[in-house]
């Protein structure tokens, strides 16, 4: 089977390039090597690899600097995703997009399914439902994956940066009522060749299990990381308030996204948060 990954660079790319099961031929490109804002370039690859299935790991995912660009996020996160499902369509093939929980509110208090009312309250959850929509209907066929709190050993994240900063303070404020499920990008990575193989479509959730709040998810990390010699001493983690914390953009206060559709179309479930943490932690002390 012939797959296109986008995003190549990415963290979710780089970990769907470590996870191409026996009888894949796969060709991962980067922003550089295709730009999918632009719909001659989607379409002259398209038509020049013609995948049998696309996996859409590129996206515009500054969820603060979206607030005061635009258009640059609706370009790569709403037009890009209908290009690439244009071309898909077009070459009868399969289309997998990952989405985020950026599109609801967070004001349910209860996981979200899939078939929930989307109500992004932000510039970068609004590109992405955008792009939703438009998969859907220039594909009606795609699969629409929604992900959360995504980390890699790979590329920049919140585990890197809680890393860096508990290495050179003693002290660390983290916001502790915002609610979500962490999510290591090697485990999703995973299950998109699985729904790849298996031609699903229609939309699904996939986060590990679980839930935390990032408060939660530092004091994890410290303690794993600890543990793992990485870090040498202990930093005092703060709990925060979110109006302790101001961002450009509201996050939705909970966020956790109910997986059990898709576990059950693939027959398999993610492990804990924790359990994929401290496997990512010891490849990143090997790395």
């Not at 002259?44 to 690899?49: F, K, S």
């Not at 209860?110 to 992004?120: C, F, G, I, K, Q």
Request: glycine residues 8%.
């Amino acid at each position: 089977m012939k797959v296109l990954i986008t995003g190549a660079d990415g963290q979710l790319g780089w970990e769907l390039q470590r996870a191409v099961p026996a009888g894949i031929e796969f060709t991962a490109c980067n922003s550089a090597e295709l730009d999918i804002t632009s719909k001659p370039q989607v379409d002259e690859l398209t038509a020049r690899l013609a995948p049998e299935i696309i996996i859409n790991a590129a996206a515009y995912t500054a969820v603060d600097r979206a607030e005061s660009e635009v258009e640059l996020a609706m370009a790569v996160n709403r037009d890009g995703a209908a290009h690439l499902a244009a071309a898909a369509a077009a070459l009868g093939a399969g289309i997998i997009h990952v989405s985020t929980d950026f599109i609801f509110d967070g004001c349910h208090y209860r996981p979200y399914l899939p078939a929930d009312v989307p109500n992004p309250t932000g510039v970068y959850g609004a590109s992405k439902l955008a792009g939703e929509r438009l998969l859907l209907i220039k594909c009606p066929d795609a699969a629409i994956i929604r992900t959360a709190w995504v980390y890699s050993s790979h590329g920049n994240n919140f585990v890197k940066t809680m890393l860096r900063l508990m290495d050179g303070r003693k002290e660390l404020g983290v916001v502790a009522d915002q609610i979500g499920s962490p999510t290591w990008a090697g485990g999703l990575a995973q299950a998109l060749w699985q729904a790849a193989v298996q031609k699903l479509t229609g939309v699904y959730h996939w986060t590990d299990a679980g839930v935390a709040s990032w408060y939660d998810f530092a004091c994890a990390i410290q303690e794993e990381a600890l543990a793992l010699g990485i870090l040498r001493r202990e930093t005092f983690i703060r709990p925060l308030r979110t109006e302790d914390y101001p961002t450009q953009a509201r996050r939705p206060p909970y966020s956790v996204l109910d997986k059990t559709s898709l576990w059950g179309e693939l027959g398999v479930s993610a492990p804990h948060w924790r359990f994929n943490l401290k496997k990512m932690l010891a490849e990143l002390k090997n790395v």
